[in-house]
């Protein structure tokens, strides 16, 4: 990085001057006069003169693009658009940079496809960088409230946990004391009618609050995985069988399809066991009581494990938002679930270099596919 100009109220702000900014131009001479204004201002930048480059280099996640709108292969709407349309880029800043020349219409465009600003050159170089300062500002307040919602869930889970367990012990003892001391046998149907149920939804309670010190951690990259080698259709037989109550209670026979031999895996048993619980759950719950299937499958450099239920399906328009915090298809009409159960799995399995994806038409069920590397990846 170059040194960096000192000027008035800029020298305190460090950080976020050491932005990387992807300048994406295809005139040499705009490039390099932007490119230099923010370098001399400490910005670290990246240069692109074309969509497909831009694209390509968007990729490294920078703080920000500033996208000449007038580029020689894909103009830079679509370019905009295209980030956009990526997971991995969907949210990154985005600031326009064309020509006065350029109409009010196609400036609207250019918002309307999703640029975060749209500014007309010729900038005078304060101009630029006090504009540039204040969109990065403003991603960092947004990022700031994002991590400060992410600590609370994080500490609240926790605190509430602790109380939860000791309530959920007492109830057990109880529970346990009403069925070995004789006594009059009203009175302990009257306690076992409301204890029972309480037992059930502190258990209920205490996987909200797993769920969402998941979230939590998964949201913040905190997730850590405990590499070890295990047989990844021993694990699925294992989850099954721990939730055989589940698929009783939801009226649906749950069938394995699993290799004779072990399905060797390098990756973290007890996170990949979450993961087929939650596609399990999501089966038992939005399958409408009809046959399900586990199935593990062996390929030459991955294992595939899929669910597939027969219930009320995903609507395509549904099939990508489903997969991210607190998304719920709006056609269950359900409110029991928090729409973090494909969230938590989908990082899990990203985690380990794999993929989850869903198969699935409305009214016909649904197919969760997951493909897991046998060997690590540069992944984790
Ligand atoms: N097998 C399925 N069939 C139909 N819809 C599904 C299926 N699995 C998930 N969905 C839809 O995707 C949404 C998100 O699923 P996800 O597991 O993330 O959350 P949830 O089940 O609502 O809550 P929880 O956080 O308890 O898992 C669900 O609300 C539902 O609309
Ligand atoms: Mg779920």
């Not at 990246?46 to 996640?61: D, K």
């Not at 596609?279 to 669910?307: C, Q």
Request: one cysteine or more; glycine letters at 6%; hydrophobic letters at 45%.
């Amino acid at each position: 990085m170059e040194p960096r100009a000192e000027s008035p109220g800029r020298a305190k702000d460090e950080e976020r001057a050491r932005a990387t900014i992807l300048n994406v131009n295809d005139t040499p001479a705009v490039l390099y006069l932007t490119s230099r204004i923010l370098t001399v201002a400490g910005y670290h930048v990246v240069e692109a003169t074309s969509g497909t480059e831009a694209l390509r280099l968007a990729g490294g996640r920078p703080d920000m693009v500033l996208l000449d709108v007038h580029l020689p292969d894909i103009d830079g709407y679509e370019v905009c658009r295209r980030l956009r349309a990526r997971e991995e880029t969907r949210d990154l800043l985005i600031a326009h940079l064309s020509a006065v020349s350029v109409s009010r219409e196609d400036r609207l465009r250019g918002l309307a496809q999703g640029a975060d600003a749209y500014w007309t050159t010729p900038l005078e170089d304060d101009e630029l960088l006090a504009n540039v300062e204040a969109l990065l500002r403003l991603q960092s307040r947004a990022q700031a409230a994002v991590h400060a919602r992410d600590e609370f869930m994080s500490i609240a889970a926790h605190e509430l946990r602790t109380p939860l367990t000791a309530l959920r012990l007492n109830l057990e003892r109880l529970v346990h004391h009403l069925t070995r001391v004789p006594g009059d046998m009203v009175a302990r149907r009257t306690v076992e009618a409301s204890t029972t149920p309480a037992l059930r939804q502190l258990v209920r309670l205490q996987q909200l609050l797993d769920t969402l010190l998941d979230v939590s951690r998964v949201g913040s990259r905190k997730l850590r995985l405990d590499i070890e080698v295990f047989d990844l259709a021993e694990a699925a037989r294992e989850v099954a069988g721990r939730l055989a109550m589940s698929a009783r209670a939801a009226g649906t026979e749950l069938s394995l399809a699993l290799p004779l031999g072990p399905a060797l895996l390098m990756g973290d048993r007890l996170r990949l066991e979450q993961v087929i619980s939650n596609l399990l759950a999501n089966a038992f719950r939005y399958g409408d009581s009809k046959p399900i299937w586990l199935t593990v499958e062996e390929h030459p450099d991955a294992l595939w494990l899929s669910v597939t239920d027969q219930g009320i399906g995903i609507a395509k328009q549904d099939q990508a938002r489903i997969f991210n915090r607190f998304e719920r298809a709006s056609s269950t009409g359900r409110a029991d679930g928090l729409g973090l159960g494909l969230f938590i799995a989908r990082e899990i399995v990203i985690a380990h270099g794999g993929t989850l994806s869903v198969e699935s038409e409305p009214g016909q069920g649904a197919t969760f596919h997951v493909t897991l590397p046998r060997h690590r990846t540069a992944a984790y």
